[in-house]
């Protein structure tokens, strides 16, 4: 049954007795609660001098236990990966390391935990989920290139804490900051490439300055972050113009196939030519040596017949004339036959013997001025008769 409850015995809850139609005494209600804190800390009931004296006593434990409270409440742990930032009245104090730690109760430190070991992520022209869903943002996506065209660019920027003091006092909103330099190096890099480096070629290269760039503003703001990794998600023309340049795309890759095809071509012939080319050098190498030698040696036998005619003129000019027509008449198809005993010579012209007409006129000759037919090889007549026919030139002569 409640105190004050219709029927109770009205019991007064501060000074345990009962309430005679009038609001509790103070001094009662006081004198009450020393009394028990001092029955709490082994305060007594005597008299008047040792119950103000308890209850001192009683309210200086008090206050030192309080204060005991309020000492172990600035014991904080510091995760493994994670900075403690401590500030004594919002001035940065200390950093400190991950472990059991103590500062000075609060208001005076206040401790601000930063994970300098999670990679952290900004998007740029796209978000890939949350609320607003997944998908392109044109107004960050859509950039001028040098040659004044406009090229979609989807880029992820990577970074983590590396100073958790400048991180938390230099920059009143880092991830903000950090997307807002990141676009701003992005448009300046993409302003300064023509649009064809970027979509082919040029996309290590983008991101390289990119990450440069940013790390050179947020050092220059001292925001304590460092840029691990610009990773260029996609880069393509808007979506109104994908169709021309995916026509353009195929011509460049077959020209690019077309100088691939040349190549292998040029690479098969080249060494070829240049195989025919040097076996032709040194065959002319090898005409020039022969024919050298050759008019070295015509030289040094001329010498040496100019020495044999010094000697006997006459018999070396029959000599060097017999020799001479030995070598113009071995080179020609004609053959001149001496008949004994007569002084006519037969003149057989054999290139023209294949004629049918021409060896029936021979024939026809030769019956009459030969009593016998010629069924002898052409070429040992010319032989023998030719001897003889050398032989008496040489001795009318």
Known sequence: MSWNEPGGDKKDPWSGRKDENGPPDLDEVLRSFQEKIGGIFGGGSGGGGSEESGSLKGLGFLAIGALILWGLSGFYIVDEGTRGVVTRFGKYNETTPPGLNWRLPSPIDKVEVVNVQNVQVIE??????????????????????????????????????KDAKDYVFNLLN??????????????????????????????????????????????AYESGIIITTVNLQDAQPPEQVQGAFEDAIKAREDEQRYINEAEAY???????????????????????????????????????????????????????????????????????????????????????????????????????????????????????QRTSARGRDVRGR
């Open 124 to 161: 740029v022209g796209y978000r890939s989920g949350g609320r607003q869903g997944a998908g392109s943002v044109p107004r960050e996506a859509l950039m001028l290139t040098k040659d004044e065209n406009i090229v979609d660019i989807r880029l992820a920027v990577q970074y983590q804490v």
């Open 174 to 219: 880092p991830a903000a900051t950090l997307k807002q330099v990141t676009e701003s190096a992005l448009r300046g890099v993409i302003g300064h490439s023509n649009m064809d480096f970027v979509l082919t070629e040029g996309r290590s290269e983008i991101v390289a300055e990119i990450q440069k760039e940013i790390q050179k503003v947020v050092d």
């Open 266 to 384: 040029s690479n098969e012939v080249v060494p070829v030519a240049r195989g025919a080319a040097s076996r032709k050098t040194q065959e002319a190498e090898g005409y020039k040596e022969r024919v050298i030698a050759q008019a070295t040696g015509e030289v040094s036998r001329f010498s040496q017949l100019l020495k044999e005619y010094k000697k006997a003129p006459v018999v070396t000019r029959e000599r060097m004339y017999l020799e001479s027509m030995e070598q113009v008449l071995s080179k020609t198809s004609t053959v001149m036959v001496d008949v004994k005993g007569g002084n006519n010579l037969l003149y057989l012209p054999l290139d023209k013997l294949g004629n049918r007409s021409s060896t029936a006129n021979l024939d026809n000759r030769m019956n009459k001025t030969v009593s016998r037919p010629v069924h002898q090889p052409t070429r040992n007549i010319n032989s023998s």
